[in-house]
């Protein structure tokens, strides 16, 4: 039976056309594949591992969950003149009840002598009460008042601070001030050069293409980051053929100035220029002919040309005996500085308020501000310098000196001079 049905199936293939045999056993083939596809439990879960952990409410403290949640604002003020710490956080938008909260804390007074120009910032939450206070002092020090279980604790604070020596050499071929920035100079410590050295130069008038300047000075860090370029602390200027070399040293009483190698302070008892990196447009000329009333008159100072508004120093200490308008001088300040030395600043635009009549100044206050008032033709500073009672020029008087370093602490000067020089002089050979 089963071979005559062998038979009979393998007669009907044989005549069956064979294209549409494949087709045939294609579908048998996939018929087979869902039968078995349906047979798949595919209600099965791949197995899970419980990661949650339990953690006991108690031992939750309450700050930690503020901490969670809270958000803080923060705001900041710089301290003007008559301002007050209730004033100041008044104006921050604080309500009275914290501010006094803050002002009967202990150490309060520590806050107490707040000063114009320096910075105060507060961190406040979302009650309108601060968490934080900072005065800022200083880019290292001030004092923080930190809200902790209710109260305000109020401490000084010093921060850290790491200094590195900095070497730069720069040759002039534009000018002291670019090319300094060129060599990659900061802007402040060119300004510190110009003062130490403006006793002795003229950076007006006496600065060629050619002269050179070579300084170590420190910059200061907080926290792996630089925060300010500190102080010179070594600098040599060859200008005109003549080196000038001054070395920064803290004296006994606290204070810092610079001397020469051998002891002589660098400072002298007046500038050398009234303004600042200008230049001279009329020197002193006894038989000059003037520029409006074209008459040969005498030129008894030096005109310094610079725009309206420059700041006019003061170049050495003294008492204000004139600060009004005086004639062709226009808006003109006099300092009397000895029974011997006076100066004039003369064509001022305007006077400093604080510059009346008997004010004491200090070398290098600000009197005024460039201007062209009397009989100008120009915006300028016209300068005298009276030795006296006499005018003498500015640019030759031989000026004097400020006192030199104290016999008590010359040997420990020179010990410190010899080695700062030797620093210095290492760092210019490995430049050669």
Do not use: C
């Not at 393998?10 to 047979?39: D, E, M, R, W």
């Not at 301290?79 to 009275?96: A, P, Q, T, V, W």
């Not at 860090?221 to 070594?234: A, M, P, Q, S, Y």
């Not at 074209?294 to 170049?315: C, E, L, M, S």
Request: glycine letters at 6%; aromatic letters at 10%; a positive charge.
């Amino acid at each position: 039976m089963f071979s005559k049905f062998l038979k009979l199936l393998k007669g009907i293939i044989k005549n069956y056309p064979k294209k549409h045999l494949l087709s045939i056993l294609t579908g048998l083939v996939l018929l087979v594949s869902i039968s078995f596809i349906s047979k798949a439990n595919f209600n099965s879960q791949p197995a899970q591992i419980d990661i949650s952990l339990e953690i006991p409410l108690d031992s939750l403290k309450e700050e930690d969950v503020q901490e969670r949640i809270e958000f803080l604002i923060n705001k900041e003020a710089v301290i003007k003149n008559n301002d007050s710490l209730y004033s100041i956080l008044k104006r921050l938008g604080i309500h009275e009840n914290n501010i006094f909260q803050i002002i009967n804390s202990e150490n309060s007074r520590l806050l107490s002598k707040i000063k114009v120009d320096k910075k105060i910032e507060l961190s406040i939450n979302q009650n309108n009460e601060i968490v934080s206070l900072n005065y800022i002092k200083d880019f290292k020090s001030g004092v923080q008042a930190q809200k902790k279980e209710g109260t305000y604790q109020i401490k000084e604070y010093q921060l850290k601070t790491e200094k590195f020596k900095v070497f730069k050499k720069v040759k002039i071929n534009d000018s002291l001030y670019i090319d300094g920035l060129k060599q990659g100079l900061p802007d402040s410590v060119i300004m510190d050069l110009v003062y130490i050295f403006g006793w002795d130069i003229d950076f007006n008038l006496d600065i060629r293409q050619g002269d050179s300047y070579s300084l170590i000075y420190e910059e200061v860090f907080v926290n792996g980051e630089k925060v300010i370029d500190g102080d010179i602390l070594i600098a040599e200027f060859s200008n005109l053929g003549k080196k000038h070399i001054a070395i920064r040293y803290k004296l006994k009483s606290g204070d810092s100035e610079y001397f020469s190698p051998n002891g002589r302070n660098v400072k002298k008892a007046f500038l050398r220029s009234p303004l600042k990196f200008n230049y001279i447009s009329s020197r002193y000329n006894l038989k000059r002919k003037h520029p409006i009333f074209h008459q040969i008159k005498a030129h008894t100072g030096v005109d310094y040309a610079a725009g309206k508004g420059t700041p006019v120093r003061a170049t050495g200490d003294g008492t204000i005996v004139h600060s009004s308008v005086k004639g062709g001088y226009g808006n003109l300040v006099e300092i009397k500085h000895t029974e011997d030395y006076s100066t004039r600043y003369a064509h001022l635009d305007r006077i400093s308020p604080r510059i009346t009549l008997g004010k004491k100044v200090r070398q290098a206050d600000i009197i005024g501000y460039v201007g062209r008032t009397g009989t100008a033709t120009g915006y300028h500073l016209h300068y005298e310098f009276r030795v006296n009672g006499k005018h003498t020029n500015p640019l030759k008087v031989k000026l004097p000196n400020a006192k030199p370093i104290n016999s008590s602490e010359k040997e420990k000067y020179d010990l410190h001079s010899k080695i700062i020089l030797d620093e210095l002089k290492n760092y210019q050979n490995l430049t050669l």
